[in-house]
């Protein structure tokens, strides 16, 4: 079945720099990707999506890259803030063949952020 | 707010005893998932509605575990004869139906403890 992976476990990062979050995924037919944050006892946020036909996607001091070739997943983080650490998750709609309905979500990036 | 709501916040109960959680979705969205998420875990997929149409069900939904969505508004997961295994923090979320996406919405999900 479908499998998705975080490079990291946790991350922590000083105020003010960048932040890179990794996933991997294993099948080359997921179409869909999104990354969430979870904040502690609230549900997954949506923050960004991309579609298998893009490449890059920014959003508001985020951008998600895809690489398809080694089926890897990024999400860049400008100018971490404190309130941006949280758990970080990447997620997949798994495509044909696979369900058309849920998504298969990695096991998450805790990132901390240092003041 | 017109986000997803869940009620109880939290749940505690006693092994065997039954218990049932309400979702109800942001109000346009036609589709609605339930979600199963353990500590440093990321969420795993239980069941979804499109409407009042139950389409897919998880191999992690035994036969205890029942979910309606009678007039394709709110849902309820009722969970019967409760194990200590069950204690998680189940989500709810809802999306609308559109090709090649799939942002789903959460809500700030059920915590339950089986004692």
């Known amino acids: 079945g479908e499998s998705v992976g975080l490079h990291l476990p946790t991350l922590s990062v000083q105020e003010g720099d960048n932040s890179i979050i990794n996933c991997a995924y294993s099948?080359?037919?997921?179409?869909?990707f999104i990354w969430y944050k979870q904040e502690s006892g609230k549900g997954p946020q949506f923050i960004i999506d991309?579609?298998?036909?893009?490449d890059k996607r920014q959003g508001q001091r985020v951008t998600v890259l895809l690489n398809k070739t080694v089926k890897h997943l990024s999400l860049q983080i400008a100018a971490t803030q404190p309130g941006d650490s949280a758990v970080y998750f990447c997620a997949l709609k798994p495509g044909y063949g696979g369900s058309q309905g849920n998504l298969i979500f990695g096991k998450g990036t805790k990132l901390s952020v240092k003041p | 707010d017109t986000g997803v709501s869940q009620n109880p916040r939290h749940k505690i109960t006693k092994r065997g005893q039954n218990v049932t959680f309400r979702c109800d979705p942001i109000s346009e969205h036609n589709r609605l998932y339930w979600y199963r998420q353990t500590l440093g875990q990321g969420p795993e997929f239980l069941t979804y509605f499109q409407n009042e149409a139950q389409l897919e069900k998880s191999r992690l939904l035994s036969d205890r575990f029942s979910a309606e969505r009678p007039k394709g508004s709110f849902s309820t997961l009722e969970i019967q004869r409760t194990e200590q295994g069950d204690s998680a923090m189940y989500l709810c979320?809802?999306?609308?139906?559109?090709?090649?996406?799939?942002?789903?919405?959460f809500g700030a999900g059920t915590r339950l403890s089986v004692l």
């Open positions: 099948n080359s037919a997921s179409d869909y």
């Open positions: 979320a809802s999306s609308l139906m559109a090709a090649h996406k799939n942002i789903q919405y």
């Open positions: 991309i579609r298998s036909n893009m």
